[in-house]
């Protein structure tokens, strides 16, 4: 028989609807696929597969690389940080092929670099995030507890 004392259970409250995915976690996720640890950056992999022959990156990669960090910022900024349609219709096309152009040569010499950079700087806003959140989550409560108080 198990120990559990269901007078002692208690079931969250519901609560406000999940937040959306953290735009890091997304990346993150995305790199992880495209570049898995101890691959070869020459190898095929998800965002290799989609592209056309020869080129490292298909437009889908690149739009997701511009939009997360301008979504970031837009979800602390401000929606006019949002990258619109045409900018991306725009930004989207020339990034490939300068990206093309260039980031064979720089994966084969730099790499590792690059993910260690990449890693580095999803650690470090992550925790720029979570200091944003706790910030909004103080100013809630403080105007809770002064509209309270008033």
Same mark, same amino acid.
């Given at each position: 028989?198990?120990?559990?004392?269901?007078?002692?259970?208690?079931?969250?409250?519901?609560?406000?609807?999940?937040?959306?995915?953290?735009?890091?976690?997304?990346?993150?996720?995305?790199?992880?696929?495209?570049?898995?640890?101890?691959?070869?950056?020459?190898?095929?992999?998800?965002?290799?597969?989609?592209?056309?022959?020869?080129? =490292? =990156?298909?437009?889908?990669?690149?739009?997701?690389?511009?939009?997360?960090?301008?979504?970031?910022?837009?979800?602390?900024?401000?929606?006019?940080?949002?990258?619109?349609?045409?900018?991306?219709?725009?930004?989207?096309? =020339?990034?490939?092929?300068?990206?093309?152009?260039?980031?064979?040569? =720089?994966?084969?010499?730099?790499?590792?670099?690059?993910?260690?950079?990449?890693?580095?700087?999803?650690?470090?806003?992550?925790?720029?995030?979570?200091?944003?959140?706790?910030?909004?989550?103080?100013?809630?409560?403080?105007?809770?507890?002064?509209?309270?108080?008033?």
């Amino acid at each position: 028989m198990s120990d559990l004392n269901l007078d002692t259970v208690r079931i969250p409250e519901p609560g406000p609807e999940a937040p959306p995915p953290d735009p890091i976690d997304t990346l993150a996720g995305e790199l992880a696929e495209a570049f898995p640890p101890g691959g070869d950056p020459a190898a095929p992999s998800a965002a290799t597969e989609r592209a056309p022959a020869g080129e =490292l =990156l298909d437009e889908a990669t690149v739009r997701m690389f511009l939009q997360v960090p301008f979504d970031f910022i837009a979800a602390r900024k401000g929606a006019h940080w949002k990258l619109t349609a045409e900018e991306l219709a725009v930004a989207v096309p =020339l990034t490939v092929k300068v990206s093309n152009k260039y980031a064979p040569e =720089l994966l084969k010499r730099w790499a590792d670099e690059i993910a260690l950079a990449v890693v580095l700087g999803m650690i470090f806003l992550k925790r720029v995030n979570l200091d944003s959140q706790e910030a909004s989550n103080k100013a809630h409560e403080k105007a809770a507890a002064e509209a309270a108080a008033a």
